[in-house]
């Protein structure tokens, strides 16, 4: 248990939704990361955020936004959702930008 | 901007054969490297880390990587695989300063 959550764990939609994907870091992490991982795209960066502000921006797509919270939570928001975001995604926390990310179980969304 | 390669995206081996998974990265200005693995279903968990010091750093499943500053590499190898060794491993280095960058990864397939 890397101490990270995320939920739901799973989430099945259909196209032209929004949903939003929910991650707890670690107690004491300050920076939390948002990425995709797809079977044709890999493991794909996406967002980082640290101590509430944008830090770092990937692959990330205009319909997507996430945010950071004052009590550190982070929430991934997608929308207009077409079949090709059907992938795993995961959220990990690290202390500080520079040191080891630790991941949360991953939110599996589907796509319909 | 720091990038990495996983040289080879599969590697099947037999169970009790040594493996080596390769990494190259893009800089040699001093940075950090980790190794996560990845097993099925499940998410990325660290396997190994060099900071400084030595510069073969040790996992407690057995695996081992050495930092080589002139190659620019940080290959993992096993002497001894096991069956449970069968997961995705990726290499991220991070040049100091910025953030994790995660190689494409490599399938390890243990076959019995």
């Known amino acids: 248990d890397s101490g990270v959550t995320q939920t739901p764990k799973h989430l099945i939609t259909a196209t032209g939704q929004r949903v939003t994907l929910r991650c707890s870091p670690r107690?004491?992490?300050?920076?939390v990361y948002w990425y995709q991982q797809s079977l044709d795209q890999g493991l794909q960066f996406l967002i980082q955020?640290?101590?509430?502000?944008?830090?770092a921006k990937g692959n990330i797509l205009e319909r997507f936004s996430a945010q950071q919270f004052p009590d550190l939570h982070s929430e991934l928001n997608l929308s207009s959702l077409e079949l090709g975001d059907s992938a795993l995604y995961f959220c990990?926390?690290?202390?500080?930008?520079?040191?080891?990310?630790?991941f949360g179980p991953g939110t599996r969304l589907t796509v319909l | 901007a720091q990038s990495v390669t996983q040289l080879d995206s599969q590697v099947p081996v037999f169970e009790e054969a040594p493996v080596e998974l390769r990494c190259n990265y893009s800089?040699?200005?001093?940075?950090?490297l980790f190794w996560y693995v990845q097993y099925p279903n499940q998410g990325l968990q660290l396997l190994l880390k060099?900071?400084?010091?030595?510069?073969l750093v040790e996992s407690i499943n057995g695996f081992e990587a050495e930092f080589n500053k002139s190659q620019t590499s940080f290959h993992l190898r096993k002497p001894s695989v096991h069956i449970s060794d069968t997961a995705e491993y990726f290499c991220?280095?991070?040049?100091?300063?910025?953030?994790?960058?995660f190689g494409g990864g490599t399938r390890l397939m243990v076959k019995p």
């Open positions: 060099y900071l400084s010091g030595s510069t």
């Open positions: 800089s040699s200005v001093s940075v950090y």
């Open positions: 955020y640290y101590n509430g502000e944008e830090r």
């Open positions: 107690s004491g992490d300050l920076s």
């Open positions: 990990a926390s690290s202390i500080d930008t520079y040191n080891e990310q630790f």
């Open positions: 991220a280095p991070n040049n100091a300063g910025n953030m994790l960058t």
